[in-house]
């Protein structure tokens, strides 16, 4: 369904049993001989993919700004990061899968990376193209074979994604997409074909995917939730940090897992600071994701746009100041206003729960101590934002954040050199640079007397 017209624009039925039997037992058959292929060859292959995806771009954005609302230029903003990240591990997968070495007492000995064989990857709808490719780009290159489990509402992009491959000339078993349910995970992974599976998304399907990996002995990586700080210090930049501020709040819609979610702000700029990011976010454009005027986009699903409501609404109803939005915006389209609460207390739900849409909570901070206090008092952990001109300040803040990515003076992004991953209830593993390719290979200490 479009979210921005709440039209119905195709159907699919899921894929019965054999067809899915079909899949694994193809995936199995084609684990061997894809391990055997140089990185040479797998090189050539994903830098094909890339060139095929940068050809078709402005039609691929276009499918994922229909399927699940994000506007058209985050869209093909997606889409060209998703080539970029194919053509590094294209580039770089060799060199970080090299045997290492190591001096013992043996004539020779090393530890070897080797690859597992098929991978299940379950894949949220929010940035459905780049959380595909982050596993997969890396997963092929380290000779690894990929089966997809996509969420419901982007099928297309699913379809696409293993026809990409496809006809980049990877063989038919190298990628493929499951069109199943949620309920037929579990018996998925728990297939003897499958060797590790990989999830993004929300911390309940994290709990049931780690739960059904670990009763099948297999190795999995999880990226679930957050509610990520971002502090803001005396000493900082604010026309930047209120700008930037922003644009990580309401990132695709607001509807991201690094997106910045708390404002934890020191008092001497609280007021400086929240007058301004309350009158950015209320001047935001909300409406069609194909116009380049639109800053934000509807929400990809009607469910999504109602937990939002609900978590905001209790935050009222218990006392919370709303500065701006607040509500659904009326008309047709999944659209949620901006939205600033302030006076949030530990008892609301937006303050334990990860918001996943355009609201942003203001917090007041009386000194350093305090404000990392607030930062690190929520279960999740996976990013933070530190604003602050001061080296002392900021070392004290990357030291002391419990967060599995941490940046100062930018907002929190993933990039393919460095590690992607959070800490506690944000999962575990890592996704991305030589640490991500790492996590489906099986490592093994050869030795030689």
Known sequence: MNPATEQTEATFDPYGDSAVEERL??????????????????ARLMVGAAELLEGELPDVARLLTTEMGKTYAAAKGEVS????????????????L???????RASDSRVVYRPMGPVLAVMPWNFPMWQVTRFAAPALMAGNVGLLKHSSNVPQTAL??????????????????????????EAVIADERVRAVTL???????RSVGAAAGR????????????????????????????TAVDARVQNNG????????????????????????????????????DPATAVGPLALSSARHDVHQQVTDARDKGATVLCGGEPQAGVGWYYLPTVLADVTCDMRVNGEEVFGPVAMVYRARDDDEALGLAND???????????????QQRFFSEGIEAGMVFVNAMVASTVELPFGGVKRSGYGRELSAHGIREFCDVISRWVA
Do not use: N
Request: glycine fraction near 8%; proline fraction near 5%; hydrophobic fraction near 45%.
């Open 216 to 243: 099948a002995l297999k190795k999995s990586v999880l990226e679930l939730g957050g509610s990520d700080p971002f502090v803001v210090l005396p000493s900082a930049d604010l026309d930047r940090a209120v700008a």
């Open 25 to 42: 037992d193809r995936a199995a058959r084609t684990a061997t001989p894809w391990r055997k292929t140089s990185f040479a060859e797998r």
């Open 160 to 185: 696409y994604i293993e026809d990409l491959y496809r006809r980049a000339g990877f063989p038919l078993g190298a990628f493929q997409t499951l069109l199943i349910g949620s309920e037929r995970v």
């Open 98 to 104: 090299a045997d290492e070495p190591v001096a013992t």
């Open 378 to 392: 929520s279960g999740f952990g996976l990013g933070a934002s530190i604003w602050s001109a001061d080296p002392d």
């Open 200 to 206: 993004t998304g929300s911390e309940g399907a994290g």
């Open 255 to 290: 509807q991201s897992c690094i997106a910045a979610k708390r404002f934890i702000v020191h008092d001497a700029v609280y007021d400086r600071f929240t007058e301004a990011f309350v009158a950015a976010m209320e001047a935001l454009v909300v409406g069609d994701p194909m």
């Open 81 to 96: 990061k998703c080539a970029l990240a194919m053509r590094y591990f294209a580039e770089h997968a060799e060199a970080m």
